[in-house]
T-cell receptor
Framework: EAQVTQNPRYLITVTGKKLTVTCSQN?????MSWYRQDPGLGLRQIYY???????DKGDVPEGYKVSRKEKRNFPLILESPSPNQTSLYFC???????????FGPGTRLTVT | KNEVEQSPQNLTAQEGEFITINCSYS?????LHWLQQHPGGGIVSLFM???GKKKHGRLIATINIQEKHSSLHITASHPRDSAVYIC??????????FGTGTSLTVIP
């Protein structure tokens, strides 16, 4: 089954404790992206990747890192999480930039 | 000001009604994405279009690049169409900008 998986689905952590949210797709897609969704602000793009070893900043990249060492994986790294990074995070992929995206189920992160 | 604006923010319709959700954008875009977010939070892609019109079942999406406007239509609406509908513009810098969504409730 074609899908985008994210782990963990729910995470409660404390300020400053490094964490990684994994994202994996099994469709051999070139394009992958991370978004955060906040009430009243909607979805905002954090980082995206056009292909392996190619990443670029989205609208709100501050406080986040990403890597794309393999085509299928695109982890989101929070080196020192802060409470303002409490949000619902979505990973998505598409065959190429500009094509319809497949979204993961979301990761709800709470930073206390 | 958000680069992508949607209207209405909230919409309640009777089952069977024809529904239109509008999306306008102030930046240059190469394509526009319509998404559906279910009450449980999952997001599904409906359409990606850069010109003209696309149809899938009871859903129709249109875009006028020159007028910077897109519409999503739902014909013969059904309670299972109740969801949040989100449009997103892909700008020339390869970034997506999202509207804040239209919450649709279809009453039986």
């Amino acid at each position: 089954e074609a899908q985008v998986t994210q782990n963990p689905r729910y995470l409660i952590t404390v300020t400053g404790k490094k964490l990684t949210v994994t994202c994996s797709q099994n469709m051999n897609h070139e394009y992958m992206s991370w978004y955060r969704q906040d009430p009243g602000l909607g979805l905002r793009q954090i980082y995206y990747s056009m292909n392996v070893e190619v990443t670029d900043k989205g609208d709100v990249p501050e406080g986040y890192k990403v890597s794309r060492k393999e085509k299928r994986n695109f982890p989101l790294i929070l080196e020192s999480p802060s409470p303002n990074q409490t949000s619902l995070y979505f990973c998505a992929s598409s065959s190429m930039m500009g094509y319809e995206q497949y979204f993961g189920p979301g990761t709800r992160l709470t930073v206390t | 000001k958000n680069e992508v604006e949607q209207s209405p923010q909230n919409l309640t319709a009777q089952e069977g009604e024809f529904i239109t959700i509008n999306c306008s954008y102030s930046v240059g875009i190469s394509a526009l994405h319509w998404l559906q977010q279910h009450p449980g939070g999952g997001i599904v892609s409906l359409f990606m279009l850069s010109s003209g019109k696309k149809k899938h079942g009871r859903l129709i999406a249109t875009i006028n690049i020159q007028e910077k406007h897109s519409s999503l239509h739902i014909t013969a609406s059904h309670p299972r169409d109740s969801a949040v509908y989100i449009c997103a513009g892909l700008n020339t810098g390869n970034q997506f900008y999202f509207g804040t969504g239209t919450s649709l409730t279809v009453i039986p």
